[in-house]
Each structure stands twice: as C-alpha cells, then as structure tokens.
C-alpha cells in the first residue's frame, strides 16, 4: 500500500487530508511539526510527503531541504508544498528545493489527489513522456507539431502544444492553471491565469465541434481544467 506523509500544522486541514487519502486507499501518517516531518520522511518508510510551509519550528522548505540532503533512496522521496504563500517567489524556491509539486491554499481536494496520482504515477515508474493523442477525429503528433481533424491540418501555435502535453501526461486528470503554468510556461517567462484562460478558448476553437459545450477539453469549476480522454489515447515512448 502506497504510504503518504502529511506534514501540516492546522488541525483541521491536517484532518481533512488524512480522511481523504486514506478514503482513496493510501496509507496516511500526520505529523504537525517540521522536525517530525522531517524525521518520519528520512525514515524511509513513505512514497510520498504532502508538506506545509508554514510550520511552528523549521519551515517546509527547510524540510524538504534536509529531504534532498540526505542520502540514498529518501534524497529522491516525492514532496508537494502546500502554502498559503502563492508568490511567485515561494513557489520558484520551493521547486528549486527539489519539490515535485506546490499547490496554493486554498486548494480543492479533487486537485490535491489529481497532483498526488500524478507525481506518485512518475516517482513509481512510469518512465513514458506522451509523443500524441488521438481522440473523436483529433490526431496530435506532440513531437512533430503536427495537428488533424478529419485528416485535415489544424493550424497550431507552440504553445498550444506545450499545453497538450500537459495535459496528455494526466489523460482524464483535472489539471490545475497553476500546473498549466508551470510546465507549459515555465517560471522564466510566467504569465498570469487569464493567459491560461485565453489559450484555453482558442484550443477549443480549433479542437471541438462545438467549441462553447467542449466535448473533450471541460472545466471543472474550482479546480482547473481536463482533456476528457482515456489513458489509451495517447501514444507514449521511453524517456
């Protein structure tokens, strides 16, 4: 059983965590404090650690700092930063620790089990990256830039691709406009939400038959969006 380590100091999002990770099926442990986080995490006893900032003694970033630090097997334990600090400062050093992911609070649950299944998926073995997508009459060569609908060329911007790619690493997720963001835009050149918004609109122009009932690329209101397909529609290769 997949163990997962909550690192949080409110009680009540701490309780919250722990009911619905283990009503998924994962082994929960809960510990309020940085130093105790740290010591369960080195233990290696756990697949994955869900780390609040903001701690009473040391911070989350030092945590997973001493995570990074250590040696063997547990330097490469998977952490998620969970904070009330979105700036994008906090979130830049948070990943420049080496976390694997950083959600905003206040977060929709839906998309912190979105994040856990998707970081858990590539720390466990899946060392595939998608190379297209085919779903309805929609076929997408990721790596050649190359988009159809019926056999006919759909013209594309680079971005559009980077943003199916993302989505194409978690078919059927809710994908947050924050991790949009991240690994479509990267920090470097980091827009704001509504760009996500926009590039949305108009991947749905050219995707859907009926661009304002999308069939495949759905909102999901709170939390982000979602390319509506199964795992088997996308092509993966090896790293």
Same mark, same amino acid.
């Given at each position: 059983m997949t163990r997962i380590l909550v690192v949080e100091d409110?009680?009540?999002?701490?309780?919250?965590?722990?009911?619905? /990770?283990a009503a998924k099926g994962y082994q929960v442990d809960v510990v309020g404090r940085g130093v105790d986080g740290a010591e369960h995490a080195l233990s290696g006893r756990y697949d994955l650690v869900?780390?609040?900032?903001?701690?009473?003694? =040391?911070?989350?970033?030092? #945590?997973?700092?001493? =995570?990074?630090a250590s040696k063997g097997?547990?330097?490469?334990?998977?952490?998620?930063i969970l904070s009330a600090r979105g700036a994008e400062l906090d979130r830049v050093r948070g990943l420049e620790l080496g976390a694997d992911d950083y959600v905003t609070k206040p977060f929709s649950l839906m998309e912190l089990l979105a994040r856990v299944a998707s970081v858990l998926r590539r720390a466990q073995g899946d060392a595939t990256e998608p190379t297209g997508l085919a779903f309805g009459d929609i076929d997408i060569d990721l #790596?050649?830039?190359? %988009?159809?609908?019926?056999?006919?060329?759909?013209?594309?911007?680079n971005r559009a691709f980077a943003i199916l790619k993302v989505f194409a690493r978690r078919p059927g997720e809710v994908v947050s406009?924050?991790?949009? /963001?991240?690994? %479509?835009?990267?920090?470097e050149d980091y827009p704001n939400t509504r760009t996500v918004d926009?590039?949305?609109?108009?991947?749905?122009? %050219? /995707?859907? %038959?009926?661009?304002?009932?999308?069939?495949? /690329?759905v909102t999901i209101h709170g939390a982000g969006y979602k390319l509506d397909v199964p795992r088997e529609a996308v092509r993966w290769t090896a790293r």
């Open positions: 409110d009680p009540s999002i701490r309780m919250g965590l722990e009911d619905t /990770l869900v780390l609040d900032v903001m701690l009473p003694d =040391i911070d989350g970033f030092e #945590v997973c700092r001493r =995570i990074r097997p547990t330097r490469r334990l998977p952490v998620i #790596v050649g830039q190359v %988009a159809t609908r019926g056999g006919a060329r759909i013209e594309l911007p406009r924050d991790t949009l /963001l991240d690994e %479509a835009w990267g920090y926009n590039h949305l609109v108009k991947l749905r122009r %050219a /995707l859907e %038959a009926e661009p304002e009932k999308p069939r495949w /690329l």
